[in-house]
């Protein structure tokens, strides 16, 4: 059984910085793809950022460079490093992870099987 837990979140002002941690367990960490996706109250879903296979890196192009996902194999642990937030970055940021993500979809949510419960990241103006 694979589980994915969130930590992290929480209330931070425009402009500062905010790093988020996925804990995940049940799997075999390297071969997975993970990624993060956020939703903001009364919108879908969004890809957020994601490392495919433990190679490349992606981003939504309303993160790049202000954002900055990793990962460590030895703690099967994958990180978001939040940088300059503003107020649109505000809502609830879900780690995901799954092996069979086709590089193609690798922003798209429905490949994902595997999901954690999510952490609030709130900014303030």
């Known amino acids: 059984q694979v589980q994915l837990v969130e930590s992290g979140g929480g209330l931070v002002q425009a402009g500062r910085a905010l790093s988020l941690s996925c804990a995940v367990s049940g799997a075999t960490f390297r071969r997975y793809t993970v990624a993060w996706f956020r939703q903001a109250p009364g919108k879908e879903r969004e890809f957020v950022a994601a490392?495919?296979?433990?190679?490349?890196?992606y981003y939504a192009d309303s993160v790049k460079g202000r954002f900055t996902i990793s990962r460590d194999n030895a703690k099967n642990t994958v990180y978001l490093q939040m940088n300059s937030l503003n107020s649109d970055d505000t809502g609830v940021y879900y780690c995901?992870?799954?092996?069979?993500?086709?590089?193609?979809?690798?922003?798209?949510?429905?490949?994902?099987?595997?999901w954690g419960q999510g952490t609030q990241v709130t900014v303030s103006s």
């Open positions: 995901a992870a799954d092996q069979s993500v086709i590089l193609s979809s690798i922003s798209t949510a429905r490949q994902y099987d595997y």
């Open positions: 490392n495919f296979r433990n190679t490349h890196t």
